[in-house]
């Protein structure tokens, strides 16, 4: 069985910055394309940043040069540096894995139960 688990989110300041992390455990063999979804009250969820297993970056326009995505292979884990923070980043932060997993390598697609980033005076 595979489970991603986020850490790191909370209330922050407009501003301010934070630093999302996200680990990857269970049965992987190794892990494709991780990466960052959010999801605000009322709207959909919503690519952020992703990041190959070879370090190639993607990222949403409202984040481009405020986030950067990195990831450690070794520990199957992946963060998200979040500065200048705004108000309308205010959503559930979802981490996200495309994995192959067990002694045959079957390919899967998990995620994480998110966590809460709050941007607020």
């Known amino acids: 069985q595979v489970q991603l688990v986020e850490s790191g989110g909370g209330l922050v300041q407009p501003g301010g910055s934070l630093r999302l992390s996200c680990s990857a455990s269970?049965?992987?063999?190794?892990?494709?394309?991780m990466g960052w979804y959010r999801q605000a009250p009322g709207k959909e969820r919503e690519l952020v940043a992703t990041i190959t297993s070879a370090g190639s970056t993607n990222y949403a326009d409202s984040v481009k040069g405020r986030f950067t995505i990195s990831r450690d292979n070794a520990k199957f884990m992946v963060y998200l540096q979040m500065n200048s923070l705004k108000p309308e980043d205010t959503a559930v932060y979802y981490c996200?894995?495309?994995?192959?997993?067990?002694?045959?390598?079957?390919?899967?697609?998990?995620w994480g139960q998110g966590t809460q980033v709050t941007v607020s005076s």
């Open positions: 269970g049965s992987i063999s190794s892990i494709r394309t």
């Open positions: 996200n894995a495309d994995l192959m997993y067990g002694t045959t390598w079957r390919r899967g697609d998990y």
